[in-house]
């Protein structure tokens, strides 16, 4: 199914990027500093069950027995998922399978922007997608990522508010294609979606507080 293909796709290139090029853009404080500087939504708890729509979603048991990607999404995703499948034959789905051009690729970041910009299921792809980074990231190519796995345990507002801002997302997106450790690179995608600073920043403050182990590149 094209939706498939799409979502995980753009799943691998995304899931790819932690934090750590923020992190390295940035003056590490000590934890309680940085965790001072959080926005109050961020302790709202990390109890599944204070967590918002799309990151809590009543589900049945999977029917997929095939793919770990596809089970983990029909056990916690269905419900954004049944309102994309309707919309597979959108121009979305086609613009963004072109976004790369073979598997093993990574998306461009002005290709998805040309895509979701102005479309009118952007909204609820991003919802889908949330609900992935969060619930299956090691099983649709995440890998076990540590700080990807730290950041959506501990920063889960935070990582939903910037999946589901468009400008936010494309920031990550476009940082997946940065050389690892290349902060000039990364510093002009932070530069270049500056409409989403706001959420960025509560996002990288959180992992600086939360996960710094996890996400500090190791030399």
């Known amino acids: 199914m094209a939706y498939a293909r799409v979502m995980r796709v753009v799943f691998l290139a995304v899931a790819a990027t932690t934090f750590t090029a923020l992190l390295a853009c940035s003056k590490v404080e000590s934890p309680a500093v940085v965790d001072a500087g959080r926005a109050p939504s961020a302790d709202a708890g990390t109890d599944a069950s204070t967590l918002p729509y799309p990151l809590t979603q009543t589900c049945a048991e999977p029917t997929d027995a095939g793919n770990a990607c596809s089970q983990c999404n029909q056990a916690n995703c269905c419900q954004s998922r049944e309102k994309i499948l309707p919309t597979s034959v959108d121009p979305l789905i086609d613009c963004m399978s072109v976004c790369s051009t073979d598997a093993g690729s990574k998306p461009e970041d002005d290709c998805q922007k040309r895509c979701l910009d102005g479309n009118p299921n952007q909204g609820i792809y991003l919802e889908q997608f949330a609900c992935l980074m969060h619930h299956c990231s090691t099983e649709c190519g995440g890998g076990a990522n540590p700080c990807v ?71």
């Open 149 to 219: 796995a730290c950041t959506n345990a501990q920063c889960p507002l935070e990582s939903l508010a910037c999946t589901t801002t468009p400008d936010c997302f494309y920031m990550t997106s476009c940082s997946a294609a940065c050389d690892r450790g290349d902060v000039v690179c990364t510093e002009a995608c932070y530069k270049k979606h500056g409409a989403a600073k706001k959420v960025i920043d509560d996002q990288t403050l959180c992992a600086q507080a939360r996960c710094a182990t996890e996400c500090t590149p190791k030399p």
